[in-house]
């Protein structure tokens, strides 16, 4: 059975910085391109970053570009975001998910090309 189990989350102050990690379990991850997404109480969830298989491609939405920088260690599964100078508009439940297709050279922002999510992890900013 797949899995997905994010960790990392919490509140910091404005200006800070956390590490999001997600770690893959039931399935060997390395081939896919992996997500993160997150949803603000009462809005849709929306892309942040992406990463392809190898590494070598990162995407990211245009609010946190600079900020933000998505990663992952194929040899542990596991994709990470590390989010720097924090603000609250950054605050959410933050998702990693897994494309559905594997090989695929880019990355996508689209929601729906992700196939398995994880329960999410809270991000709170106090201004």
């Known amino acids: 059975q797949v899995q997905l189990v994010e960790s990392g989350g919490g509140l910091v102050q404005a200006g800070g910085s956390l590490r999001l990690s997600c770690a893959a379990s039931g399935r060997t991850f390395s081939r896919y391109a992996m997500g993160w997404f997150r949803q603000a109480p009462g809005k849709e969830r929306v892309f942040v970053a992406a990463?392809?298989?190898?590494?070598?491609?990162?995407a990211y939405a245009d609010s946190v570009k600079g900020r933000f920088t998505i990663t992952r260690d194929n040899a542990k599964n596991t994709v990470y975001l590390q989010m720097n100078s924090l603000n609250s508009e950054d605050t959410a439940v933050y998702y990693c998910?897994?494309?559905?297709?594997?090989?695929?050279?880019?990355?996508?922002?689209?929601?729906?090309?992700?196939?398995?999510w994880g329960q999410g992890t809270q991000v709170t900013v106090s201004s």
């Open positions: 990463i392809n298989w190898s590494g070598g491609t990162t």
């Open positions: 998910a897994v494309d559905t297709l594997p090989g695929r050279s880019g990355v996508r922002g689209d929601v729906h090309a992700y196939g398995y």
